[in-house]
């Protein structure tokens, strides 16, 4: 994902919160966990609730050390009972994998695939995105999906995900009654899941009858030695969509209703070689539709995420910070045993010395992550992790972490910018209030 396009972050950012954006979201890290047991391995390992999480949906979860520190977070899907398709930060891919692998080889009967070299990734988002997908996305057989006891919940289609036969594995589609038709599609719920086909005008042509390169083998696996050098992430990369493939019909992919923008969109996730294919059709078919959109990159990406409050890996949140501090109690869920609970119990009961704030500048200045935060006397109390210009708010903003006494609202602090002590306000969190909340 660059940094930016033509017409720059600010524009990017704006059009993704008034209509929609795609963002080039490859780089990220895919894992396939499966088998007998994974469900029990998993939940131990991730501190989001999963013996609630339904076939069909997805969870924001973090990973920890036993220390209590972030390793990562993440969203899992379950894809079936002992299925899951897990999402993780670029940067982490390869500790992350590791960390995964190293549980699931003492359980034996556990798989663990990186599939991030097989599957692309694009993120659709902005208010205007369930419109444009109503252009192009066609139910992937739905003569398959049988409605079962409860209203709303259909059989995914056996080996969706591989040889391994899901029945019953059961997905939720929001306000979708008999789906017999071939065709409909109705997008999943917030956090759900379905498969997809997607072709101009919505057609459903045969290019992709292979499952999107996560069947066993190499199949739509790119050899990590032909992979382009990376930058930043420390690990093999893969070309990201460009402009200029065929936009030939019907590819077949699993779509997330999730994101990190703060608006309602999806995730979606082709074969390797095909990603171009989506990339241009969403593109080409919001020209035709009157639908405003356009690539959006990483600077867009992170003023998109901070306004609502959304962890960054790296900046809010990494091995030496915990939930406490980060403000992620939510995603923890301290009934249930998880590698790292007693460290987070143990630093909630002692109260952090440090707390995660979201500040507004009241001087002109440019925060940045980095600098420090100090007090009316100049004595340094904490330290900004990101520091941006907020386009929605039309205000330069920041996250910071400052010692306790500084971290209520309403609180001035003071960031240091190139020696000189600039006012700043610690505000309530969000600073935009995701629009599916609404």
């Known amino acids: 994902?660059?940094?930016?396009?033509?017409?720059?972050?600010?524009?990017?950012?704006?059009?993704?919160?008034?209509?929609?954006?795609?963002?080039?979201?490859?780089?990220?890290?895919?894992?396939?966990?499966?088998?007998?047991?994974?469900?029990?391995?998993?939940?131990?390992?991730?501190?989001?609730?999963?013996?609630?999480?339904?076939?069909?949906?997805?969870?924001?979860?973090?990973?920890?050390?036993?220390?209590?520190?972030?390793?990562d977070d993440l969203f899992v899907y379950r894809l079936g009972e002992e299925e899951w398709f897990i999402v993780v930060n670029a940067s982490n891919v390869e500790k992350d994998l590791a960390w995964f692998q190293n549980w699931a080889s003492k359980e034996g009967s556990i798989q663990v695939e990186d599939l991030s070299s097989r599957l692309g990734m694009i993120a659709l988002q902005g208010p205007r995105a369930m419109e444009l997908l109503g252009h192009v996305a066609q139910a992937e057989n739905p003569s398959l999906i049988e409605n079962v006891s409860r209203p709303?919940?259909?059989?995914?289609?056996?080996?969706?995900?591989?040889?391994?036969?899901?029945?019953?594995?059961?997905?939720?589609?929001?306000?979708?009654?008999?789906?017999?038709a071939q065709g409909s599609w109705t997008p999943p719920e917030r956090f759900g899941w379905s498969w997809v086909r997607i072709g101009k005008d919505g057609s459903g042509g045969e290019r992709n009858t292979v499952n999107p390169g996560l069947e066993g083998g190499d199949k739509g696996r790119q050899r990590r030695e032909d992979m382009r050098e990376s930058t930043g992430t420390g690990r093999p990369a893969r070309e990201g969509p460009r402009e200029g493939a065929p936009a030939t019909p019907g590819v077949r992919c699993?779509?997330?209703?999730?994101?990190?923008?703060?608006?309602?969109?999806?995730?979606?996730?082709?074969?390797?070689?095909?990603?171009?294919?989506?990339?241009?059709?969403?593109?080409?078919s919001a020209k035709e539709a009157g639908i405003e959109a356009g690539p959006a990159g990483l600077a867009a990406?992170?003023?998109?995420?901070?306004?609502?409050?959304?962890?960054?890996?790296?900046?809010e949140i990494s091995e030496d910070v915990t939930p406490v501090e980060a403000s992620l109690l939510w995603a923890c869920d301290l009934e249930k045993p998880f590698v790292g609970r007693d460290a987070v119990?143990?630093?909630?009961?002692?109260?952090?010395?440090?707390?995660?704030?979201?500040?507004?500048?009241?001087?002109?200045?440019?925060?940045?992550?980095?600098?420090?935060?100090?007090d009316e006397t100049g004595r340094t109390v904490g330290r900004v992790v990101t520091g941006l210009y907020a386009p929605t708010l039309d205000t330069f903003a920041g996250n910071a972490f400052v010692v306790s006494d500084l971290a209520g609202i309403g609180k001035t602090i003071y960031i240091v910018v190139r020696g000189a002590l600039k006012k700043a306000r610690v505000v309530k969190r969000p600073l935009y209030k995701p629009a599916y909340r609404s």
């Open 152 to 180: 709303n919940i259909g059989r995914v289609r056996a080996g969706a995900f591989g040889t391994e036969d899901l029945s019953p594995s059961q997905t939720r589609l929001a306000g979708q009654g008999d789906i017999s």
């Open 301 to 315: 990406r992170d003023s998109l995420r901070f306004e609502p409050g959304f962890a960054l890996y790296g900046h």
């Open 345 to 374: 119990q143990k630093r909630k009961a002692e109260g952090p010395k440090e707390k995660l704030v979201t500040f507004v500048m009241e001087e002109q200045a440019v925060p940045r992550a980095g600098y420090p935060v100090a």
């Open 1 to 71: 994902m660059p940094i930016q396009y033509p017409a720059g972050p600010i524009e990017e950012h704006r059009r993704v919160r008034r209509s929609t954006g795609l963002f080039d979201t490859c780089h990220m890290g895919r894992i396939r966990m499966h088998g007998p047991g994974s469900f029990h391995l998993l939940d131990r390992l991730l501190t989001a609730r999963l013996k609630d999480l339904p076939v069909g949906f997805s969870r924001y979860s973090l990973i920890l050390r036993e220390d209590g520190g972030v390793l």
């Open 254 to 284: 699993l779509l997330g209703r999730t994101g990190y923008t703060g608006e309602d969109g999806v995730e979606i996730f082709p074969p390797w070689e095909d990603t171009p294919t989506v990339w241009n059709i969403l593109l080409e």
